[in-house]
């Protein structure tokens, strides 16, 4: 069984400090996937000053200096690997960027060439911004070959591109759902990768203030039982003292099982 970590938001307005507060005493244990975003245009959250929320300036990655050589370091030594996090992850007035941007071809391609070339790694995995893609969004992303590290996303025609491989997998998550007496409304997190023709998809647990450690230990045991796979999500800014002990008891939790591997995201993928 594998268990990854995936941590959201890393870009120009993140400090390594606030990094290392949280995955200080984590990345030697796991390596931890960071979500990042290349040219950050800030809004209203913790972390981004205020002078940011609508200035709709966007800051490339590099500006951080701090950061980048930060990033080079913990790329090296196999603490972190990078993942793609929409592009400016600005919020349009009707829906989040990888449903309302005019051209989220572009974002992806320019994208993945700038984190790729700034950081000298490769990326292979996008995590949507809100976790939201329009149709057209999941289309962009999947064309360029990413894989999608996600919340559940949906089946319907006006959602995705059918291809060979969606009625079969549409088949799976119902049939699972159906076995674990799930109704149509519950909300749950399908503990395996989803195969299409030209990406796969894999949804995350997520830790955010409020989530308890026996629900995470329970989407692990539900995802075990089934022969799975487990990622966890969170967003380093938001992490508390109290949502870093769920965290590592978590891990704690995982670890004591011989054949549980801690590993990176995008090994999720690995056939
Ligand atoms: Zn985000």
Same mark, same amino acid.
């Given at each position: 069984?594998?268990v990854?970590?995936?941590?959201?938001?890393?870009?120009?307005?993140?400090?390594?400090d606030?990094?290392?507060r949280?995955?200080?005493?984590?990345?030697?244990?796991?390596?931890?996937?960071?979500a990042?975003?290349p040219?950050?245009?800030?809004?209203q959250?913790?972390?981004?000053?205020?002078?940011?929320?609508?200035?709709s300036e966007?800051?490339?990655?590099?500006?951080?200096?701090e950061?980048?050589?930060?990033l080079?370091?913990?790329?090296?030594s196999r603490?972190?690997t990078?993942?793609?996090?929409?592009?400016?992850?600005?919020?349009?007035?009707d829906?989040?960027?990888?449903?309302?941007?005019?051209?989220?071809?572009?974002?992806?391609?320019?994208?993945?060439?700038y984190?790729r070339?700034?950081?000298?790694?490769?990326v292979?995995?996008?995590?949507p911004?809100?976790?939201?893609?329009?149709?057209?969004?999941?289309?962009?992303?999947?064309?360029a070959?990413?894989?999608?590290?996600g919340?559940f996303?949906?089946?319907?025609p006006?959602?995705?591109?059918?291809?060979?491989?969606?009625?079969?997998?549409?088949?799976?998550?119902?049939?699972?759902?159906? +076995? !674990?007496?799930?109704?149509?409304s519950?909300r749950?997190?399908?503990?395996?990768v &989803? #195969?299409?023709? $030209? @990406? *796969?998809?894999?949804?995350?647990?997520?830790?955010?203030?409020?989530?308890t450690?026996?629900?995470?230990?329970?989407?692990?045991?539900?995802?075990?039982r089934?022969?799975?796979?487990?990622?966890? +999500? !969170?967003?380093?800014?938001e992490?508390?003292?109290?949502m870093?002990?769920?965290? &590592? #008891?978590l891990? $704690? @939790? *995982?670890?004591r099982?011989?054949?549980?591997?801690?590993?990176?995201?995008?090994?999720?993928?690995a056939?």
């Open positions: 069984m594998k990854a970590i995936r941590d959201d938001d890393t870009c120009y307005f993140t400090s390594p606030a990094l290392s949280v995955y200080g005493d984590v990345w030697d244990r796991i390596p931890v996937c960071l990042t975003v040219f950050a245009i800030g809004y959250r913790v972390g981004i000053p205020r002078e940011h929320w609508q200035s966007a800051f490339p990655l590099e500006r951080n200096a950061l980048t050589a930060a080079d370091e913990l790329i090296a603490r972190v990078v993942a793609l996090h929409g592009y400016s992850h600005q919020d349009f007035p829906g989040f960027e990888f449903q309302a941007a005019p051209d989220p071809e572009r974002r992806v391609g320019d994208g993945l060439r984190l070339g700034l950081l000298r790694t490769d292979s995995v996008f995590v911004p809100h976790n939201a893609l329009s149709k057209r969004g999941l289309s962009a992303v999947a064309s070959g990413l894989d999608i590290l919340s996303l949906s089946f319907r006006s959602m995705r591109a059918w291809d060979a491989s969606t009625l079969a997998n549409w088949w799976r998550v119902r049939r699972y759902r159906a +076995a !674990t007496g799930r109704a149509k519950d749950f997190v399908y503990p395996h &989803l #195969r299409y023709a $030209d @990406h *796969a998809e894999f949804g995350c647990h997520s830790l955010v203030p409020g989530t450690l026996e629900e995470l230990v329970a989407g692990f045991e539900e995802a075990r089934a022969g799975g796979d487990f990622c966890l +999500a !969170t967003h380093y800014w992490v508390s003292d109290a870093k002990q769920v965290m &590592l #008891r891990l $704690d @939790h *995982a670890a099982y011989a054949d549980v591997r801690l590993v990176a995201a995008e090994e999720l993928f056939s």
